[in-house]
Structures are given as structure tokens and as C-alpha cells.
């Protein structure tokens, strides 16, 4: 479904993405996991467009998106929602909800997506006149899932979507996105929690500084001497 | 007291003036974070435009509105399109010194063009030259054309800005662009959009003030450019309805200056608002306290 060929992505001289390469099957979910600054969210971010590549190709399903706006592979599918969530906070969560569909002219559709997100969270559904930046951090959370759903991705992209939660709410979270997988979006995860992120995910990749340092399925990687000493705190 | 009442209503007609132009300015900054200094030059034009249309068209003022709005709207595009898109990842400072440089440019062509002269509006026919007696309070047909097009102007804004697709879109964008790229909004067609209608309510503002003082020169968008800047900066820049009120309440004060003190302060006192507002509340009246983000 995404096929990522010899990416490269520079920041003015830092050279952030050297040449890394990987592949999203229908149906996965795949997870890139490493530490800070490896440049996970700097290959999210160019998956979807925020950010140009200075090399490399991108493919989704097919069709070359290397220079396509951001705007087209929304239409195409691809949904990201974003490190630190970027919800539109003075707006309100039907509003946020709204604005996710924003290339769709299917009212009735959009209505019935609205209502399917809020029965997915129905803490969105007691607060959708409320302004987003008036929910706590796990209801913002799921107010940027939710954002993203809104598209109807094929792919949808989660950038570190447990960040600064606590750790019931984690696991409500990684439950959440499984059960979005099981109902047929493919997904590619970003995660530090790599232990929570190896456990959901068919296949992983590890990054470093810039390059991805090691690949496999899920359970091969939580079995590995090396993620277990770097990662998983064993 | 009847003065005062008399200063009211001289007062909201030129602060509706000022209003709307303060919405140009607030809803740019809103969107791109770039003072407009190009964008009391676009008032000027709008002027002109109205000029022309009723001078050597003959015109009626309604249809010369509409002519100069729309020419107006042209224009800020183009300019965005030229100036500043160009520049859409440089420094503000970049940006802030180009609108400077387009401001010039547009008084100096202008001036080129139309010479440095100032022009008269013709004598306006009919209706407008009424004006209406309550008490010893005089409203004048034109005051009321003034402020009635900017209450009809202002409603097609909050349409525009609450109710539409377009109008969502730069709320987004104003609050994220990135986010707003990733929901699929196209950002540069929304800068653009913004643009155009704040460059159509600076237009209608220029052929508004032709009417009611009658004269106009090439330099006349200058002074009501930075006054309405004060405006939308009283009201909190970047907020629309910070912007008309910030509008009437700086219209309202330099006709209090002018009438109960001395009209050689007129100017001072508004920008002496400004360095007060700085210092007090820097956010503006409707505006929240903000921390630069990272």
C-alpha cells in the first residue's frame, strides 16, 4: 500500500532522513519505533506531505505521491494525526470533527461518520459544543483520532499518540487502534512506548538517527537482545 | 448634551470607516501573522476607483461600490500573489518590509498615474444630499448610507467567516496551518481568500470616505491605514469582532478630541491609545494572553 524507496529529507544542512526505506502492507499495522530525534515524526510528516523530500520516492497504492500536496493525498487516503495532536483548540469538537471531513461533500455520510466517532468516544459526543482546548489531554487525544477517521483514510498515520498520558488511558488508546485496524484501516504507528507499540503491530522499524537500524515483525523485535536493552528497559 | 450625541454620530460614521478597514488588517494578521502595511494603499485605490467610476461614468454610488470592491479584491490577490507568497517561509521582518515596500509603491504609482493633486468627489444627487433633524441632532443621508453599508458589510463577513466551507477554512489555518494542511484545506488559495475580502471591505471603506469628506489625494490611506491598525490592535489582532469594535471606539474618540479639545491632537491621542494599549493589555480588549510558540 505505501511503499517508501531511499528517502531523503534535510533541514537546511541537518541531513534528518538519510535514505531510509520501508513498506506498509494492506491491513498492517506497522509501528516505527526509536528514540528522540531519530526522525519517526520527520517520515510521518513526509508521508503526508508537510515536509519535501530531498530524495527518495513515495508510492501509495501505485500511484507516485513523491511531490503530490497534501491536499491530494488526503483525497487518496492517507490520514495523519499529529505529534502533540494540533487540534484546533478555540474551535469545538463538532467543528474539529468537521474539519477533518473537510474535502467530502457527502453531508449524510459525513453525519453518519460524525456519529460513528462519536460512539467510538462518547465522552467527544457529551462535549462537541465545548472548545477542544478545554479537553483534557486523552479526550484531545481521541479528538485527533477521531479528526483523522473523519477523511476515511486507507492509511492512517498516529504520531505518538500516547504521549503524556497516563497509563490506563495508554492502554484505552492501543485498544482503540486495534480495533480501527480490525475494521480495515491500515495503520502506521509512531511510538516511544515501544513495548505497547511492539505488542499491537505486525511489523516494526527501528530507527536512528536517520536511518532504520533494524526491521521484523513485532514479536521477533520484542524478543531481540538489542530493542530489549535500547527500549523495552530489559 | 446635545453635542455629545452630535459627536456620537459623527463618531460612528468614521469609525465604521475605520472599522472596516481594521478587519482587513486584523483578519491578515490572523492568517499569516503579517502586518499589512500595503493595506491602507488598498483604501486609497478603492478611492480612486470610485472616483473614476462616478466621475467619468456617471455612476451611481451603489454600483461604483461594487466596481471598486471588486477591483479591490483583484488587487490584494495579485499583491499576495507577487509580494508575498514568494515569501511564505521567510522571516516576518521579510515580510513586514515588503508590505512596506508595497505601500509605497502603491502611493508613488498611484501618484504617478493620477498625479499628486487632490480630486474632489462629485456632488452627490437625490437622497444623499439630505440630511435629517432629530432635536438639535443633525444626521446627514450620507453618515446614514455609511453606516449602513458597513452593518450590511459586516453580517456578509460573519456569514462568510462562521457559515461557509471557505470561512472554516481560515479559521483553521489561522489557528494551525499545518493541521489545517493535513484536514486537506489548500492553504495558499485560503491566504488568498483572506486577501480578497479584506480588500473588498478596504475598497468599500475608500469610496465610503470619498463620499463623506469629499477629497482624496494619493497619500490619503497613510494616516487611516495606521489608525485603523490601532483599531485592530485595541480590539485584539487576529480577532474579527475585536477589529469592529477597536473600529468604533478609535473613530469615536478622535471626533471627541476634535470637537471638546483641540483637533491639532487628533492623531496624537490615537496613537498615544496605542502605546497605552502596549503597555496595559498588549493582547488587545478581546484578545488572550498568548505564549510565543515554539
Given amino acids: 500500500m505505501l511503499e517508501i524507496n531511499n528517502l531523503n529529507v534535510h533541514f537546511g544542512v541537518i541531513h534528518a532522513l538519510k535514505g531510509i526505506s520501508l513498506k ?58 499529529p505529534e502533540g495532536r494540533r487540534i484546533f483548540s478555540s474551535l469545538t469538537v463538532l467543528e474539529n470533527l468537521e474539519l477533518g471531513a473537510y474535502l467530502r461533500r457527502d453531508k449524510a455520510e459525513i453525519k453518519k461518520d460524525i456519529s460513528m466517532v462519536y460512539e467510538r468516544f462518547p465522552i467527544l459526543k457529551d462535549r462537541r459544543k465545548q472548545a477542544a482546548g478545554t479537553l483534557s489531554g486523552g479526550e484531545q487525544q481521541m479528538l485527533a483520532i477521531g479528526r483523522a477517521l473523519m477523511s476515511r483514510p486507507k492509511l492512517l ?42 505488542q499491537i503491530a505486525n511489523r516494526a522499524y527501528v530507527m536512528e538517527t536517520g536511518t532504520i537500524s533494524l526491521s521484523g515483525t513485532g514479536a521477533e523485535l520484542m524478543q531481540s537482545e538489542e530493542i530489549k536493552k535500547a527500549y523495552l528497559g530489559g | 448634551m446635545e453635542q455629545f450625541l452630535q459627536q456620537i454620530v459623527n463618531g460612528v460614521s468614521l469609525g465604521s470607516i475605520y472599522a472596516l478597514i481594521a478587519l482587513g488588517y486584523t483578519m491578515v494578521y490572523g492568517i499569516i501573522k503579517l502586518i499589512n502595511f500595503a493595506h491602507g494603499d488598498i483604501y486609497m485605490l478603492g478611492a480612486y476607483i470610485g472616483y473614476f467610476c462616478m466621475t467619468y461614468f456617471h455612476l451611481g454610488v451603489i454600483p461604483s461600490l461594487l466596481i471598486a470592491m471588486a477591483i479591490c479584491t483583484l488587487l490584494g490577490v495579485i499583491i499576495e500573489r507577487i509580494a508575498y507568497k514568494p515569501l511564505r517561509n521567510a522571516t516576518r521582518i521579510a515580510v513586514l518590509i515588503t508590505a512596506i515596500g508595497v505601500s509605497l509603491f502603491l502611493e508613488y504609482g498611484t501618484m504617478f498615474f ?29 453618515q446614514i448610507l455609511i453606516v449602513c453599508i458597513t452593518i450590511i458589510l459586516m453580517a456578509f463577513l460573519q456569514f462568510i467567516v462562521k457559515r461557509t466551507r471557505i470561512g472554516k477554512a481560515m479559521r483553521a489555518v489561522s489557528l494551525d496551518r499545518d493541521a489545517a494542511e493535513l484536514m486537506g484545506i489548500n492553504v495558499d488559495n485560503t491566504i488568498s481568500f483572506t486577501f480578497a475580502l479584506g480588500s473588498a471591505l478596504a475598497g468599500a471603506a475608500g469610496i465610503l470616505v470619498g463620499i463623506y469628506y469629499n477629497s482624496i489625494n494619493p497619500l490619503m490611506g497613510i494616516l487611516p491605514g495606521l489608525k485603523a491598525f490601532v483599531a485592530a490592535v485595541f480590539g485584539g489582532i487576529g480577532i474579527i469582532p475585536g477589529a469592529m469594535i477597536g473600529g468604533y471606539f478609535i473613530g469615536t474618540v478622535e471626533v471627541m478630541v476634535a470637537g471638546y479639545g483641540n483637533s491639532m491632537f487628533k492623531d496624537a491621542v490615537v496613537f498615544a491609545i496605542l502605546i497605552l494599549i502596549l503597555i496595559v493589555k498588549p493582547s488587545g480588549l478581546l484578545g488572550k494572553e498568548t505564549k510565543e510558540k515554539v
Avoid at chain 1, 485498544?175 to 511492539?198: C, F, H, P, W, Y
Avoid at chain 2, 468627489?121 to 435629517?132: C, R
Wanted: aromatic residues 4%.
Fill in chain 2, 114 to 142: 493620477v498625479k499628486a493633486n487632490v480630486r474632489s468627489y462629485p456632488p452627490l444627487k437625490g437622497i444623499l444630499t439630505h440630511s435629517f433633524k432629530l432635536g438639535s441632532i443633525v444626521v446627514t443621508a450620507q
Fill in chain 1, 157 to 198: 498515520c498516529l504520531d505518538e499518540p500516547s504521549m503524556g498520558l497516563a497509563p490506563l488511558l495508554v492502554q484505552e488508546i492501543f485498544d482503540i487502534i486495534q480495533d480501527i485496524n480490525r475494521k480495515g484501516t491500515t495503520i502506521l504507528l509512531v511510538e516511544q512506548n515501544a513495548s505497547m507499540a511492539l
Fill in chain 1, 24 to 81: 506498509v502492507e494492506e491491513g498492517e499495522i506497522v509501528t516505527l519505533i526509536g528514540a528522540n530525534g531519530a526522525g519517526k515524526t520527520t517520515t510521518l510528516r513526509t508521508i503526508s506531505g508537510l515536509k519535501k523530500p530531498t530524495d527518495g520516492t513515495i508510492f501509495f497504492n501505485g500511484n507516485d505521491i513523491t511531490s503530490a500536496s497534501p491536499q491530494d493525498r488526503v483525497r487518496m487516503g492517507i490520514s495523519l494525526a
